[in-house]
């Protein structure tokens, strides 16, 4: 079992920035693939970025690609997502993810948190 809680939401206005934390706890956690998902009121969860377990490797989707950036630091157990120039287009709850071997835009992970909004003013 591995358990994730995420930090770091908040308002923050357009042009912003927002840095959020994954925190994981569980058995080889550190060996899951990890990732990050929104979902805007009235759309679907959508794939926002994904970080292999070593951190060699990351995926994000194109609109978010040099706006958004993904890590982790595996001493703390913790994933981050830097995230500037935000727009209110942005505003969702985000979702940490964990999968393994890896996780990719089309994977249904294995585990999720429980999310954390953000709000982007305009």
């Known amino acids: 079992q591995v358990q994730l809680v995420e930090s770091g939401g908040g308002e923050v206005q357009a042009g912003g920035s927002l840095r959020l934390s994954c925190a994981a706890s569980?058995?080889?956690?550190?060996?899951?693939?990890m990732g990050w998902f929104r979902q805007a009121p009235g759309k679907e969860r959508e794939f926002v970025a994904a970080?292999?377990?070593?951190?060699?490797?990351?995926y994000y989707t194109d609109s978010m690609k040099g706006r958004f950036t993904i890590s982790r630091d595996n001493a703390k157990n913790t994933m981050y997502l830097q995230m500037n120039s935000l727009s209110p287009e942005d505003t969702a709850v985000y979702y940490c993810?964990?999968?393994?071997?890896?996780?990719?835009?089309?994977?249904?992970?294995?585990?999720w948190g429980q999310g954390t909004q953000v709000t982007v003013s305009s």
């Open positions: 970080i292999t377990w070593g951190g060699s490797r990351t």
């Open positions: 569980g058995r080889a956690v550190i060996t899951y693939a």
């Open positions: 993810a964990a999968h393994q071997p890896r996780l990719i835009p089309t994977t249904k992970p294995q585990y």
